[in-house]
């Protein structure tokens, strides 16, 4: 099968799973009580109540920092954000974050990029997505996760291994202190339709303990010919107290996504003579037999205890399993189209099945200290994990008609009839585990200068066999630090330096994995707020570089396997972004990113990457008439272009800019309508030149209802 579209499991996700527990949502408790002589259940009452009120996110260096005391820059995106705007999937809820790029290449599959650079190091309260060489499997419901946090630039200190792109932490729902809910039901184009739920209540008359379910289920058709997708989702979580020092939280995941007649790899833009066809945007190469269906369960235990009033110790636990069962059919061509008849394009069958198994543990300590005569902070922590993962496939005879020239473009859904597929034989295996020793401290230099210093060291070993056996063994230290300056009690200056190390899954030419990749980000940059601390803005400086970054070397027909090598790779550039209110109901996030991109030898690089984007999101409420409200959102990118891996020709894709906008209406105080209309202007255009690329969706929308309880 064409390697670049293999779906192999040995990718980096599952050692990047053990990584981060301690950028989950923060158990820290604040907590104290006046009274010396009241009762350990008044204590213990108070304790879980403000666990649950201030519970937050560790951000970038797992220290207890405010986005504007952070030396590093950081972008959110909160659930009010994605209900208005109808982000529904983790793709979705993305598009709306300053300086992510969501490249969808296919209809299963998707790549995020920051500051040109892949992001491989995703995570779900410090688990990883099912990722493989930094791509995204099927859609991911957004409705289970309370905001999404972006830090930019290389992060060892979160996550141990990864690139200088950046980090997503997906932090999830948990209990609420009272007893609350919601349920909503919606509509949309193509015959879409989705119902969610959501309600937490505390299961204790003290209230120590409380429980929260998610659900939602998500069906309907698309614009692609043929194409259907399938998606339900569960999340159950319960918290509470243990004795009089320890909070313990359960929780629960499912998610399982059927798609039909989905595209592997897209459409060819190449002919023969150079130029670069148009189709319609519904095009598609897909066959009726195919189908994409993934399946995903998570479990976690977390347990916190409080050594008095300043420390704390945690201990995490999380499982992972994921599976992907799937028939696809790829279409490709080696010579470009046929401008007159466009013939020219050849198929290829797989079928496969794949598992993932993934255990992480991890222990820190956390809290503050007198040191100078001020209040300092450090954590220290370890973690280990293991992971396997297989993939058995059905082999077809290559000379079946799957595998030979297809029809002219663009042809039927029973052009091709399904192969004859025989028995499963695994196919490729691979163990992987991760050890990790880490910590960081937060010193108060002076009342104006903070620094923020710290180390991360990992062990990461692998062995398998990919069609060759490896073993492998590999360590890295990486160092973090950063510095602060308040000009005033607004306005904070920042500077700080970041390296990380990334074992690489891409071959070279004789199938021997690439060298570890180093990633260093250097970033200066001024973070202010407005309007009564209201409005935040962020001016940053950066420059990223990549040491030994695989870069596709081409296609070897003797081998029928594409091959790498490895490239430095250096972005430098700015970004902007100004968040928060600017009244009393209108909401802002503005964003800008300018960047260049150069390779080893000084030339421009990585084309495809637009060198200019920016988004915006606004929301308000119409004033003298509340209960009515409005938005707009939108991105826009600057021109891009590739050059096609077999036949060299540059295709190109515009500059362009989507829109959208959503009307609402609180019907009752707990009842909302809300209709959402995407696309607005009805642009045509590539969604990605990342490796394949279609046509993204033409205007469409959405009507609603949400009633909260």
């Known amino acids: 099968m064409p390697p670049r579209c293999r779906r192999s499991l040995s990718g980096h996700l599952p050692w990047a799973i053990s990584l981060a527990l301690a950028a989950s949502p923060g158990m820290a408790v604040a907590a104290e009580s006046t009274a010396a002589d009241a009762s350990a259940t008044t204590l213990d009452a108070v304790r879980v109540v403000s666990q649950r009120a201030n519970r937050v996110s560790n951000g970038a260096t797992n220290l207890d920092l405010d986005i504007k005391d952070t030396p590093q820059s950081i972008s959110t995106v909160d659930r009010a954000q994605m209900a208005q705007f109808g982000a529904n999937s983790i793709n979705d809820a993305l598009r709306l974050a300053t300086g992510i790029q969501v490249e969808e290449w296919e209809t299963n599959r998707t790549n995020y990029l920051a500051r040109g650079f892949e992001i491989k190091n995703t995570q779900i309260d410090g688990v990883g997505l099912p990722n493989d060489w930094g791509i995204v499997t099927g859609a991911m419901d957004a409705f289970g996760y309370e905001k999404l946090e972006v830090i930019r630039g290389a992060n060892g200190l979160l996550t141990g291994v990864g690139n200088a792109s950046g980090t997503i932490n997906y932090v999830r729902k948990r209990p609420t202190n009272e007893a609350r809910g919601e349920v909503g039901v919606s509509v949309g184009s193509w015959g879409k339709r989705r119902v969610e739920v959501d309600y937490s209540t505390p299961i204790t008359a003290d209230g120590r303990w409380a429980a929260r379910v998610v659900a939602a289920h998500e069906d309907g058709d698309s614009y692609l ?59 598609s190469t897909t066959q009726d037999w195919t189908y994409w269906n993934t399946r995903t369960r998570t479990a976690f235990a977390e347990y916190t205890h409080h050594l008095g009033e300043n420390w704390e110790v945690k201990a995490s636990y999380n499982y992972r399993q994921i599976g992907n069962d ?160 308040d000009f005033n009690d607004r306005v904070l200056g920042y500077v700080s330096y970041s390296d990380i190390y990334q074992p690489q899954d891409q071959y070279d030419r004789n199938r021997v994995y690439l060298d570890p990749t180093k990633g260093v980000n250097y970033e200066v940059g001024v973070k202010a707020e407005w309007l009564d601390r209201r409005l935040l803005t962020t001016l940053a400086l950066f420059k990223a570089k990549q040491q030994g970054l695989a870069t596709s070397g081409g296609y070897d027909l003797d081998t029928a396997m594409y091959w790498y090598y490895g490239v430095d790779v250096e972005s430098k550039g700015v970004e902007f972004e100004a968040t928060g209110k600017l009244g009393e109901h209108a909401s802002l ?56 891996t077999y036949t060299g020709t540059t295709i190109a894709q515009g500059s362009y800019a989507l829109l959208n906008a959503f009307i609402g209406w609180d019907v009752l105080p707990n009842a909302t309508v809300r209709a959402n209309v995407n696309n607005l202007t009805d642009r045509k255009y590539i969604n990605s030149l990342y490796q394949v690329g279609y046509y993204g969706a033409p205007s469409n929308y959405t009507l609603s209802f949400n009633y909260r309880f």
Do not use: C
């Open 589 to 644: 996030v503005f964003g800008f990113t300018h960047l260049s991109m150069n390779n080893q030898d000084g030339g421009d690089t990585y084309t495809w990457v637009p060198r200019r984007t920016a988004n915006l999101v606004f929301s308000s409420r119409l004033p003298g008439y509340e209960a009515l409200s409005y938005g707009i959102g939108g991105r826009w990118q600057s021109a891009i272009s590739t050059r096609d």
């Open 225 to 283: 010919r043929g194409f259907t997708n399938d998606r339900n989702f569960l999340y159950g979580v319960v918290d509470g107290q243990i004795g009089e020092n320890g909070t313990l939280t359960l929780g629960y995941s499912w998610q399982k996504a059927n798609s039909d007649q989905n595209m592997w790899g897209a459409l060819s833009f190449a002919n023969t003579d150079g130029s670069q066809p148009s189709w319609g945007r519904s095009a």
């Open 326 to 485: 799937d028939q696809l059919f790829f279409a490709f061509s080696t010579t470009g189209l046929d401008p007159q008849t466009h013939t020219g394009l050849v198929g290829w069958a797989y079928k496969g099945i794949d598992d993932m198994d993934s255990h992480l543990g991890d222990v820190t300590l956390n809290g503050r200290f007198q040191l100078f005569g001020r209040e300092q902070e450090a954590m220290l922590g370890v973690s280990v994990a293991k992971s396997s993962a297989t993939t058995w496939e059905h082999p077809v005879d290559p000379n079946d008609p799957a595998f030979g020239a297809l029809p002219a473009f663009p042809y039927a859904g029973n052009a091709i009839a399904e192969p004859e597929w025989g028995p499963r034989t695994r196919s490729n295996w691979t163990n992987q585990r991760l050890k990790r020793g880490y910590g960081a401290t937060r010193l108060a230099l002076t009342d104006r200068l903070k620094a923020v210093v710290g180390f991360n060291w990992a062990q990461y070993h692998r062995d398998g066999n990919n069609g060759n056996n490896f073993d492998q063994t590999e360590s890295n230290i990486s160092p973090y630090a950063g510095f602060t300056w």
